[in-house]
DNA sequence: ATGAAAGAAGTTGCTTTGTGTACG
DNA sequence: GCGTACACTTTGCAACTTCTTTCA
């Protein structure tokens, strides 16, 4: 039951925002900037893939299943995502036509391309009607024409963009989490650890043995010498022949197809995991992989780190930077075998360079390739480049140091160290490689997010990125990774919750002005909003230096701003009133609303700010014998359901109103809000206020008024029904009487019948003798609410119904 | 190289209790 | 002359955001 949860997150991301597809004129825009428009609608995408309700029980595995065996072009997932629209088709993105393993189980009665976007289950009741949405898109995608020549570099997004930039960066978490637990199961294969563990000797495996009468410091230290040896031998026995994941980018170059580079990773199944593991030779991806195979099979609780490189929450400027090292020359996509391979000798990999199409080797046997190839001629390969990629790594394992209960992380293969947390974070220069997420799954596919571990500036930088600081990001993020959480968490969970918790905590006060800005736990004055303000008495925490030769600025903890409203906006959103005596925090100058109102006042007029605790609970004029009291526009504010008089009460239906009219009773309109239409706002009325004594007499009155209304539509049906049989009787009798004429010769009482029912038709049936001569028994009695009006073509119509 | 400041160019949020005309 | 229904209206400004450039 993973996938429809996502699907449901993403959902409700796309209603929480239901402007977004507003349709009005973007000023800027690229053109052809079809992703920005169409990615959203695309999100749906993922509904589709939810597997029937059937599947009851918190099925981890589902997740596995949906995204067991990527064909295709599946190492974009690895290396770039795209929003599935960019790719040439929907089909291409999820193509499991040819998937011939149990996984496609799941997709069977999936559609991956509904004629309308079905609702997921829950979905929000504001989500983007379909129709809607295809007009948007056609009207943009092909006749926005940008009024002015677009901004070259550093476009400013809209919000809808914005938008569409944070429900990717969703998808591609969830995307990437679910490929990282198929490869992290893989790490787990007996095949791979069995072959894997010829590397080590006897000896050398002897390091991870620990014996629990050992002291705790040499339990440890046996763990780590062990990582030392094994480390070296693994890094001079694996060959990096492949490029691993990097740094995602949103591609400029929207018209563009995508390429997938020759040179990019290419293990998408366990059978090319276990070649790998035979030829000890890949990406990084896979060199940490197997490496964590190996941990694993001498015994250790090991877990495979990757930093995820997702697309960006805030797309910027920057753009895709080059390959380094990429092969001379060679196809820039994957060539693709036409023919079915079955019986075709597989292709020499011998040379260790080639990169054979993706077509190609899924279909080889680990072990054929392994015997002796028949000599044939092989074309000439373009010659690899030695692959660059960042000195910092994106996969790298974690190792538990058992006599401590404590992850120290191991990179074999860049940066080549055994617990040294902070030799992992790239510099934000660093184009190939970002850190933001840093995910750790265990053997039992459990993930972790350690990113706390391996980050300098997590409150000032890190945290910038993530969905955690976007509106209900938390949550998000939780709801993601609960399915990947273990429901027992162990002492050793606990344990590293405090020790990452920890690591928050101590992390510094940022050195340079802007990371103060949107920092969780400090402020700066400068950045107060118009509507914040320091709480009095100020509490300094510090100072920091603004700019080279700037003087010192004051910091603030986070948790000292206030938020500042006017007597007004206390009243109007929270029913709020100032406290008598009260003087204003702050004075802003009011905004001039009214080219009329530039009078003198108009200019220096001032608004007065309050905090909260300048403030009360807004106490309305209480109901006295049952009169409502009411303000000058006849009626009663009700922003929110504390401004409700004593002795009153609210009966928000829109026929109270006319219920207490009836009664006789006193009333006041209750005014919620307003909708701003055209240059004035007008007042939105819900239901009425009165006197508390009335509530039931109202509420009285109004289910009289619904019954009449469900009597009103009883009757209307019942009169259809008695039309119906009053019809049929009518027939009935006519066949009778024709059948009682008839003569010799003439026996087609059939047609005649038709004839004469025709015959009633167009006259609109409204033979009332026929009621009142013979037929009234059928008629409801003139109690029933009398004699509804007949429509014209009611006789006719209910038949064809 | 890095960060601060200023400028540019866009987006967002606040605004907040109608009016005029035709017609029966 | 009065009451009712209905069409028309659909701002504009300042704050804010996010980028670039320039400078130290």
């Known amino acids: ?71 295709e072009e599946p190492v974009e997932g690895l290396e770039v995502f795209r929003p599935p629209n960019l790719l040439p088709s929907h089909s291409q993105t999820i193509d499991i036509s040819e998937d011939d393993s149990d996984a496609d189980a799941d997709f069977e009665d999936v559609d991956f391309e509904p004629a309308i976007p079905s609702r997921g289950p829950g979905a929000n009741d504001e989500d983007v009607e379909p129709e809607h949405f295809e007009l948007n898109l056609t009207a943009t995608a092909a006749d926005s024409v940008p009024s002015r020549a677009p901004r070259k570099k550093g476009r400013v997004f809209s919000k809808q963009e914005r938008l569409v930039h944070l429900n990717t960066h969703k998808l591609h978490m969830v995307c990437l989490l679910a490929s990282l637990r198929v490869r992290n199961r893989w790490c787990n294969d007996g095949q791979v650890q069995k072959r894997l563990l010829r590397l080590l000797n006897e000896k050398n495996r002897q390091w991870f043995k620990i014996d629990p009468s050992w002291t705790q410091f040499r339990r440890a230290e046996s763990t780590k010498k062990g990582l030392n040896i094994a480390g070296p031998i693994w890094l001079a026995n694996f060959k990096i022949t492949a490029r691993g994941m990097r740094r995602a980018y949103y591609d400029d170059d929207e018209g563009g197809e995508f390429r997938v580079s020759p040179d990019m990773d290419d293990v ?51 753009s895709r930077p080059l390959l380094r090292g990429v092969s001379v020359s060679g196809p820039t996509t994957p060539v693709r075998t036409p023919t079915p391979l079955v019986n075709q000798p597989p292709p020499d990999n011998s040379t260790g360079r080639s990169i054979p199409s993706i077509a190609s080797r899924r279909r080889i046997d680990p072990m054929e390739a392994l015997e002796p190839q028949a000599p044939r001629p092989v074309p000439k390969l373009p010659k690899m480049k030695h692959i660059i990629e960042s000195p910092f790594p994106v996969f790298w394992l974690e190792v538990l140091e058992e006599a401590h209960q404590r992850w120290m992380p191991v990179d074999p293969l860049v940066s080549c160290t055994v617990d040294k947390r902070l030799k992992f974070e790239p510099p934000a220069s660093d184009v190939e490689n970002a850190m933001v997420y840093v995910m750790g799954l265990d053997t039992d596919g459990f993930v972790k997010d350690v990113t706390r571990r391996y980050t300098t500036w997590y409150l000032a930088k890190t945290r910038k990125n993530r969905v955690e600081s976007t509106p209900g990001g938390e949550r998000w993020l939780r709801r993601v990774l609960r399915p990947f959480t273990s429901r027992w968490p162990t002492d050793t969970d606990d344990i590293e919750d405090q020790e990452l918790l920890g690591f928050e905590q101590r992390e510094k006060m940022p050195t340079s002005i802007q990371d103060f800005k949107g920092h969780p736990r400090y402020v700066l004055e400068r950045d107060l909003r118009s509507n914040e303000v320091l709480e009095f008495p100020r509490h300094e925490i510090g100072k920091v230096k603004a700019g080279k030769g700037g003087k010192m600025e004051p910091v603030y903890r986070r948790t000292d701003v206030k938020i500042v409203r006017s007597a007004d906006g206390w009243y109007r959103h929270e029913g709020r ?225």
């Open 1 to 71: 039951m993973v996938a429809p949860q996502y699907a449901q997150m993403i959902n409700e991301a796309k209603a929480s925002n239901p402007n977004l597809i507003e349709d009005r004129p973007v000023k800027r825009r690229k053109k052809n900037s079809m992703f920005v428009e169409k990615g959203l609608g695309d999100v749906e995408l993922l509904e589709p893939v939810a597997p029937s309700s059937t599947v009851a029980e918190e099925d981890m595995d589902n997740v596995d299943g949906l995204f067991e065996e990527p064909k």
């Open 268 to 318: 998408l199944d366990l059978e090319d995991f276990r070649k790998a593991a035979i030829k000890m030779e890949g990406s990084r991806i896979v060199g940490a992989m197997l490496y964590c195979a190996l941990l694993r099979a001498c015994g250790l609780d090991v877990r495979l780190v990757c930093s995820m490189q997702l697309l960006p929450i805030n797309a910027g400027s920057k």
């Open 577 to 801: 009133e100032v406290k008598e005596g009260e003087q204003p925090v702050k004075i802003r100058p009011a905004r001039r609303t009214k080219v009329e109102d530039d009078d003198q006042e108009g200019e220096d007029a001032r608004v007065a700010l309050y905090t909260e605790d300048q403030t009360g609970v807004y106490a309305a004029p209480p109901v006295v014998n049952g009169r409502v009291p009411k303000n000058i526009y006849g009626n009663l504010d009700l922003y929110v359901p504390s401004m409700v008089p004593a002795g009153g009460v609210h009966i928000p239906h829109q026929k109270a109103g006319i219920a207490a009219r009836i009664l006789g009773i006193d009333f006041a309109d209750a005014v919620t809000g307003f909708e701003f239409r055209g240059r004035h706002g007008t007042a939105v009325v819900k239901g009425v206020v009165v006197a508390g004594e009335f509530d039931e007499a109202v509420m009285a009155v109004i289910d009289a008024y619904a019954d009449e209304e469900r009597q009103l539509v009883e009757d209307k049906r019942k009169l259809l029904v008695l039309r119906m049989w009053k019809k049929f009787m009518v027939g009935l009798r006519i066949k009778e009487r024709v059948d009682a004429y008839e003569v010799d010769g003439e026996d087609k009482p059939d047609a005649v019948l038709k004839e004469a029912v025709e015959d009633e038709h167009e006259t609109g049936m409204t033979s009332e003798e026929y009621d009142m001569d013979e037929g009234g028994g059928f008629m409801p009695g003139d109690d029933g609410g009398g004699f509804l009006p007949e429509d014209d073509d009611g006789g006719g119509g209910f038949l064809q119904d």
